[in-house]
């Protein structure tokens, strides 16, 4: 779809800028073409989902702050579900993640609850955010619940839990009952383990998942199937997970993040990061094409974790932990994970490789049926939550324009771009994407342009008929391709309402900015 096309009059216009020490090549014209004609996908809304682990402080400090005086007597933070609402988030997966393959959900019920020690995360759990209090925030968000098993525990352990949940008779959901939850939660959800691989795991899927289906036909199962390192790697989906469990699965889990934990320090620079923002396209890409080639295009790519940057949890996860307050512990712990809050680190180049990864997974909208960044919340999270309040990172704004101001279709979009090269790097300067609501009168278009310091001439057609007029707009960009929010500075990169103007179908792009124009057709 994205064609190399630097027409004689974009060569001679060519120039070279210096950026910092990068060399910059500058293009000519930029070319979107919509075909209005060609049948439209469905975008599935689940695609802007987040992701919410027992890791640092998404969970404690994050979204659940008991005592905190910005939360209600459950414990919810306010100001923090009042910022996801407008997110619009349509579903969460808890409770990791590493995390997760420590975790023995029936702890986490009911009124006894005690502390334990995760050696996944060398943390004391204080264990007060459980199965119900998951479930209340996706209520309270209007989000489906999804909760993936412990990878390690008993499958009885886990066919328990979905029990637990989603049954109206028997053990337990007596007791779930006797926990004051007569009604089943109904998760519709979950996933068998995290990021396993092995022939072991792949049994486990197989038995698990079947026996899952035939208790709960309603249930959708998910189970790991392919995880990239960094952007490089991209793997299919494994023959063997395929022909043992495949008929049991209505999704792969797919993870990756494309700034290696080892890339990031000192921090990354914007052009650095930028590079990286086509490689979600090829790895949905080569997923798609293994599903297909297993003759399994029905099972669809659920993106679970996902984010530009990889979080920092140096020495961290682990299987055992002799001594929780040793100081080599305490170290790691509490000072090395700050170093996913410095705030300087979440720039513009988040906020539009976060548009690349969305528009990716719409374009991909006949194998992409869900994504959850990871985390939501603090981390790498697009939401930074902090004991007086919290700074919505550029990345936010990306997803709620993109939750609040694209539609139910997606339309066939054909980008001829010049090259942004960096290094031996190269994406295209301008990305786009396009949907169209279901009575295929309003048209919302997404415009990205990944230079960092000038504005493209783009020229934008429907239907072969140039765009003409002035349209309303959102638009997400900042002094500075650098440019990020802080406590004291909340507002620095915050979405603005424009005009776009298109002149016999040609427009101007801002440097480093997420444009989206509303067409809505006469
Ligand atoms: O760095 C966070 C971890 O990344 C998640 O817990 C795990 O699922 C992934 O490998």
Not at 8 to 32: F, P, Q
Not at 166 to 172: D, H, I, L, V, Y
Not at 322 to 346: F, G, H, K
Request: aromatic residues 8%; hydrophobic residues 40%.
């Amino acid at each position: 779809m994205h064609q190399w096309n630097m027409n004689n009059t974009a060569k001679a216009n060519v120039m070279s800028t210096m950026i910092g020490a990068a060399v910059v090549e500058a293009r000519g014209m930029e070319e979107v073409a919509i075909d209005i004609a060609a049948p439209t996908k469905r975008a599935d809304q689940m695609i802007f989902g987040g992701f919410l682990e027992h890791f640092d402080n998404q969970i404690y400090g994050g979204v659940f702050d008991p005592g905190s005086p910005l939360a209600d007597e459950q414990g919810f933070r306010l100001d923090v579900i009042e910022a996801l609402k407008e997110l619009k988030i349509p579903v969460i997966r808890w409770p990791g993640g590493c995390f997760v393959d420590a975790y023995h959900w029936r702890k986490g019920v009911g009124p006894e609850r005690e502390p334990y020690g995760d050696p996944r995360w060398g943390v004391i759990e204080p264990n007060t955010f459980g199965t119900h209090e998951f479930i209340e925030l996706c209520r309270r968000l209007g989000a489906e619940p999804y909760i993936c098993f412990n990878g390690l525990a008993s499958p009885q352990e886990n066919l328990d839990w979905v029990a637990y949940c989603n049954a109206t008779a028997g053990e337990m959901a007596e007791l779930r009952a006797s926990h004051g939850h007569p009604e089943p939660y109904n998760v519709k959800f979950w996933s068998v383990g995290n990021e396993r691989y092995d022939k072991a795991y792949i049994h486990r899927v197989r038995d698990t998942a079947k026996r899952v289906k035939e208790l709960y036909p309603d249930v959708l199962m998910l189970c790991s199937g392919s995880q990239g390192g960094a952007g490089t790697q991209m793997p299919g989906v494994h023959t063997y997970l395929m022909e043992q469990a495949g008929e049991y699965l209505d999704y792969v889990s797919v993870h990756n993040y494309w700034l290696d934990r080892a890339d990031q320090l000192p921090q990354v620079d914007y052009l650095t990061a930028i590079m990286k923002s086509e490689m979600p396209d090829a790895y949905m890409g080569v997923v798609a094409q293994s599903l297909s080639e297993h003759g399994a295009d029905r099972i669809k790519i659920a993106f679970d974790e996902w984010n530009l940057r990889a979080w920092q949890h140096p020495g961290f996860p682990r299987n055992r932990v002799e001594d929780y307050d040793e100081p080599t512990i305490r170290e790691l712990v509490e000072r090395r994970r700050t170093q996913n809050d410095v705030a300087s680190q979440y720039t513009m180049a988040d906020a539009l490789f976060s548009a690349s990864f969305l528009n990716a997974c719409l374009r991909h909208a006949d194998h992409v049926a869900m994504a959850t960044i990871a985390p939501l919340v603090n981390t790498r999270g697009p939401l930074f939550v902090h004991p007086k309040g919290i700074v919505k990172r550029p990345h936010v704004h990306t997803m709620a324009m993109y939750a609040n101001e694209l539609h139910e279709r997606v339309a066939e979009v054909t980008v001829k771009a010049d090259k942004l090269t960096h290094g031996n790097a190269s994406v295209d300067v301008v990305d786009a994407i396009a949907t169209v609501d279901d009575t295929g009168r309003r048209v919302a278009i997404a415009l990205v342009n990944r230079h960092p310091s000038e504005s493209v001439a783009c020229a934008l057609s429907m239907g072969g008929v140039p765009l003409d007029g002035t349209f309303r707009a959102t638009r997400l960009t900042a002094d500075s391709p650098d440019a990020y929010n802080d406590i004291d500075t909340p507002d620095r990169v915050a979405p603005k309402k424009v005009e776009q103007t298109f002149s016999k179908g040609t427009t101007s792009l801002p440097p480093h900015s997420l444009t989206i124009v509303d067409v809505t057709k006469p």
